[in-house]
């Protein structure tokens, strides 16, 4: 039951590229935590836009800047080891750079940034009850 929260400044990508780059964000996310792309837990995945207007941004202190972009990715502790947390970044960050015409691998490429928070076991609740990793898991064996 990942979740992720894409806060972005408002304009600077279209209506198109911001459908394609969260269906690419929730893609990413089900591969790096080894999930089946299903109906079920895509159903379960939420993405969170937070358009956020120029003047709502200052970078350095100094006024808003070129666009800046975070993804935040929320995740069972445990779901991810270190490599798959590193591919995650990697493939958030390509998608972030493709739908806001950034060259990956360029100065401007640190305008975007993911940060993975971990959710102790115990501390994810729905429905009114805590959810655990490993009932998610039988979820999704069962789906």
């Known amino acids: ?14 209506d198109e590229a ?21 109906p079920f ?5 939420w993405v969170y836009l937070h358009a ?17 972009f975070r993804v935040d990715v929320t995740v069972f502790a445990g779901a ?3 490599d798959r947390k590193e591919q995650l970044a990697a493939d958030v ?5 493709a739908a806001a015409g950034i060259e990956p691998q360029v100065a401007r490429a640190f305008h975007v940034w993911t940060l993975i928070h971990e959710i102790p076991e115990g501390n994810w609740a729905g429905g009114g009850q805590v959810i655990y990793y ?9 789906d």
């Open 41 to 45: 837990l895509r159903d379960n995945t």
């Open 1 to 14: 039951m990942p979740m992720l929260d894409l806060t972005f400044v408002r304009g600077s990508v279209d």
């Open 52 to 68: 956020v207007d120029p003047a709502d941004l200052s970078v350095g202190g100094q006024g808003p800047g070129a666009p800046r």
């Open 18 to 38: 911001l459908s394609r780059l969260t269906d690419e964000l929730v893609t990413a996310l089900l591969r790096a935590e080894r999930a089946p792309d299903t």
């Open 93 to 97: 960050h390509a998608a972030v750079c």
């Open 134 to 142: 490993q009932q998610v898991k039988g979820l999704v064996a069962e």
């Open 80 to 82: 991810l080891d270190k």
